[in-house]
């Protein structure tokens, strides 16, 4: 798509301001990282030219409050599908990014550009950006692509991306104006610059209290599968110390509700074990309680020693088949995230939603996160 953009000086009537022929994406990286806030201010750049793992340079890598990473990739005279492609092949490799690895390409950031010899520390730079550090780093990221063009068949791509597979991916044009000695800078945005997972959403109008209800991200693969989760009662987590930790901050009595990437949400439940790992997890069936090794899961590297999955006991109060999930577009909250606590009022309506479609209802004898399976009689449950 061709943004075009006109620009007036109207201080002695309309005189246009013109569009320079100058190549704003060699400069554009030099101002993105001085002020990142020309592309989104709730942004702090943490890397510049990061070597990768595919022995390529990501531009820019920038963090959030939520201490999840952005990929920002200037498009250059690669052709607007190189860059999609590149900047996929970017996200893919910071997805398995650890603490101590931001950590480090921060420092190396710091001392390669002249910001400091003796660096600050990530939380140190947190806390004066943000006025404080979040609860784990890297739950989440986003890919930006920053162009001053981009086909018609690229932006069909990229909006395939976010609708059916939910990619956060986004495109920023710039286009530069010169007035006389001055040079002006326009930026646009294909789509709204909104996190997809709703959990960033800085809107006051949008801004909720947590509800005590967990939002959990149920993995899919060789390592989890939601049928082995709702036919024994757990979910689990592993591969990163991340993810570990994300396991362990749900406690006995949190109630959760499940969702499968891709699919939607697929089950409500309440905490009854905290996170152990697989070998020390215990299920019952019918036979009595023995341990999850024993159960012949689905998933067949779900006690694979290098990977390290940990599981938390839940008791299902309703769950359904992968195929029967429900999701609601652009109306239901979800997340990237293993287990999240939302502040949005996006998240308050899902569960609304989802408690009126399943006909589960608040238990008013125990607390108002403690729920019953509701009758459909039950005046609570539409």
């Known amino acids: 798509m061709t943004i075009e953009t006109g620009v007036w000086r109207i201080d002695e009537g309309a005189s246009p301001v013109l569009l320079t022929g100058m190549d704003i994406e060699e400069r554009l990286e030099d101002a993105l990282e001085n002020d990142i806030s020309i592309l989104d201010e709730r942004l702090m750049v943490i890397?510049?030219?990061?070597?990768?793992?595919n022995r390529k340079n990501l531009d820019l890598l920038a963090i959030d409050e939520e201490g999840d990473l952005t990929v920002i990739?200037?498009?250059r005279d690669k052709t607007p599908r190189d860059s999609v492609a590149q900047v996929l092949d970017y996200g893919s490799w910071?997805?398995?990014l650890t603490t101590a690895d931001?950590?480090?390409i921060f420092a190396d950031f710091q001392v390669t550009y002249g910001k400091s010899q003796a660096p600050e520390s990530l939380s140190d730079a947190m806390k004066e950006k943000f006025k404080g550090t979040p609860d784990d780093y890297n739950a989440d990221h986003?890919?930006?692509i920053a162009?001053?063009?981009l086909d018609p068949q690229t932006e069909r791509i990229v909006d395939y991306l976010r609708e059916v597979h939910r990619v956060d991916i986004n495109v920023a044009f710039f286009q530069a104006f010169v007035d006389s000695e001055r040079q002006y800078l326009v930026r646009a945005w294909l789509r709204e610059n909104k996190r997809l997972s709703n959990d960033s959403d800085t809107e006051a109008a949008d801004k909720g209290e947590w509800n005590g209800e967990w939002f959990v991200n149920v993995g899919e693969g060789e390592h989890r599968s939601w049928n082995d989760a709702r036919k024994y009662g757990f979910i689990s987590a592993g591969g990163a110390h991340r993810f570990e930790k994300a396991m362990k901050r749900l406690q006995v009595g949190d109630t959760v509700w499940a969702y499968v990437s891709g699919h939607g949400y697929v089950g409500y439940g309440e905490v009854h074990t905290e996170a152990v790992r697989g070998d020390d997890f215990l299920v019952t069936d019918g036979t009595g309680e023995k341990p999850i090794t024993q159960c012949g899961l689905e998933a067949s590297k779900a006690f694979d020693e290098q990977h390290e999955e940990w599981f938390v006991g839940v008791d299902w109060i309703k769950e359904v088949p992968r195929e029967e999930a429900v999701f609601e577009r652009n109306k239901m909250y979800w997340h990237r995230g293993v287990a999240a606590r939302p502040k949005v009022l996006t998240w308050q309506e899902t569960v609304d939603r989802?408690?009126?479609l399943w006909g589960v209802a608040v238990d008013s004898t125990t607390t108002p996160h403690h729920p019953t399976q509701a009758s459909p009689s039950d005046p609570t449950s539409a």
């Open 73 to 75: 990739e200037l498009k």
């Open 147 to 149: 162009a001053s063009t």
């Open 142 to 144: 986003r890919l930006l």
């Open 354 to 356: 989802l408690r009126a």
């Open 94 to 96: 910071i997805h398995n």
């Open 102 to 104: 931001i950590e480090e």
């Open 47 to 53: 890397g510049r030219q990061v070597a990768t793992s």
